[in-house]
């Protein structure tokens, strides 16, 4: 099994540059980071994926993951239970052996998982900021009206100023 080492998404992510500002850039670059480790986590969890045919496939899927981990623990609460989790697992190297190395990845990849729920759900929380007053904000037809109104009076100021 050979591995990318981009998928497209995250090489069109990486080459174009974003003309967001810096507001929305954060909630935007978590959900792509959610979106790439759901789609690494796919590669190891879902059935219809090959499993991994050597040891550096497996090693590759396991930094895969780890880089996931720390870009996603950013967006999480640091006492997390999943993050404290997720790190344990991270800092632990890939065993030897078929079947332990496969293991860790399984479990690496479901803790990730559990990670991405996390992120979302506290993307949904902050997601609905405090709802702050809001100006009245008039229509286009209402400051048309004024400003024709500020016109006419200067035209008639000006017009009935004697001239000398």
């Not at 090489?11 to 909630?27: F, I």
């Not at 590759?60 to 790190?87: D, F, K, M, T, Y």
């Not at 332990?100 to 609905?128: F, G, M, N, W, Y």
Request: glycine fraction near 8%; proline fraction near 7%; include cysteine.
């Amino acid at each position: 099994m050979r591995l990318p080492l981009l998928s497209c998404r995250d090489a069109g992510h990486r080459a174009a540059p974003s003309g967001q500002g810096g507001g929305g850039l954060v909630s935007s670059a978590q959900r792509d980071q959610a979106v790439a480790a759901a789609e690494t986590v796919a590669l190891v969890l879902d059935e219809a994926s090959p499993l991994p045919e050597s040891a550096d496939d497996v090693e590759e899927l396991a930094r895969r993951l780890r880089g996931h981990i720390s870009q996603l623990g950013l967006g999480v609460p640091a006492g997390a239970p999943a993050l404290r989790g997720a790190h344990q697992l991270a800092s632990e190297g890939v065993p030897d052996g078929y079947m332990p190395s496969r293991v860790h990845l399984v479990k690496l990849a479901e803790a990730t998982q559990a990670l991405i729920k996390v992120v979302r759900a506290h993307d949904l929380v902050s997601a609905h900021p405090m709802r702050r007053r809001r100006w009245w904000k008039p229509q286009i037809n209402a400051l048309r009206g004024a400003v024709f109104a500020v016109a006419l009076a200067c035209l008639v100021v000006a017009a009935s100023v004697p001239r000398t």
